[in-house]
């Protein structure tokens, strides 16, 4: 059994940072390929990016590369998710995830992540 906890949301500008964080309990975190989704009032939970267990492949949905990074550290358990040039369209509830998966394009699914935290608010005003 795997808990998670995200952290770092908020209420920011169009154009400014923010980092979130997702911490893990147990002891076998470095085994599960990690993700981020997000979930906007009235939409379907979409990928954002994932990782896979030792950090060597990441996935990133169109509308964020180039501004969002995502990262992990495996003796803190905690997997980051570092956004920058933040648009409007970005807000949204992030869910961070963890499953025993594969980093590829046709596996990049909510089914594919098994444990989820509590989600946090990411808002951004223009």
């Known amino acids: 059994q795997v808990q998670l906890v995200e952290s770092g949301g908020g209420l920011v500008q169009a154009g400014d940072s923010l980092r979130l964080s997702c911490v893990a309990s147990?002891?076998?975190?470095?085994?599960?390929?990690m993700a981020w989704f997000r979930q906007a009032p009235g939409k379907e939970r979409e990928i954002v990016a994932a990782i896979s267990w030792n950090g060597g492949n990441t996935y990133y949905t169109d509308s964020v590369k180039g501004r969002f990074t995502v990262s992990r550290d495996n003796a803190k358990n905690t997997e980051y998710l570092q956004m920058n040039s933040l648009k409007s369209e970005d807000t949204a509830v992030y869910y961070c995830?963890?499953?025993?998966?594969?980093?590829?394009?046709?596996?990049?699914?909510?089914?594919?992540?098994?444990?989820w935290g509590q989600g946090t608010q990411v808002t951004v005003s223009s």
């Open positions: 147990g002891r076998t975190f470095s085994s599960y390929a």
């Open positions: 995830a963890a499953g025993y998966t594969t980093v590829v394009p046709s596996r990049i699914r909510p089914d594919e992540y098994i444990y």
